[in-house]
C-alpha cells in the first residue's frame, strides 16, 4: 500500500503563500485521483482540492481561487499552492487518494498557521 508524506507547512502570515508537497513511497502511476484535505482546530477533515488522473481539478469554494493543486506522477508528488491566505486556512493539511479503495492510512499531515 502506498504511504503519503507531507511537508512544507509552517507559520505565514495573513496574504502570504505556502507551498504544500506531498510524496508518495509508491508509484501513483497517473491512475489515482489524488487530494488535499484539511482539519482545522474542532472541525472535521474537509477535502479542500483534488486532481483526477485525467488532470482535472477541484476546489472547495472556500480555496476556489487561491489554492492549486498539481501532480507529478513520474517524482511520484502532489503539491498544493496556497496564495493569499488568511486565518481560517490555518489546520493540519493532508494528502491522500480521493478515491476510498486506494486511501491509504491518513498521515501526520502538516501544519500551516496563518497568523500575524
Known amino acids: 500500500q502506498v504511504q503519503f508524506v507531507e511537508s512544507g507547512g509552517g507559520l505565514v502570515q495573513p496574504g502570504g503563500s505556502l507551498t504544500l508537497s506531498c510524496a508518495a513511497s509508491g508509484n501513483i502511476g497517473s491512475l489515482w485521483n489524488m487530494g488535499w484535505w484539511r482539519q482545522g482546530p474542532g472541525n472535521q477533515r474537509d477535502l479542500v482540492a483534488s486532481?483526477?488522473?485525467?488532470?482535472?481539478?477541484n476546489y472547495a469554494d472556500s480555496v476556489k481561487g487561491r489554492f492549486t493543486i498539481s501532480r507529478d506522477d513520474i517524482k511520484n508528488t502532489v503539491v498544493l499552492q496556497m496564495n493569499t491566505l488568511n486565518p481560517e486556512d490555518t489546520a493540519v493539511y493532508y494528502c491522500?487518494?480521493?478515491?476510498?479503495?486506494?486511501?491509504?492510512?491518513w498521515g501526520q499531515g502538516t501544519q500551516v498557521t496563518v497568523s500575524s
Open positions: 486532481v483526477t488522473s485525467g488532470g482535472t481539478t
Open positions: 491522500n487518494a480521493v478515491d476510498p479503495i486506494y486511501r491509504a492510512k
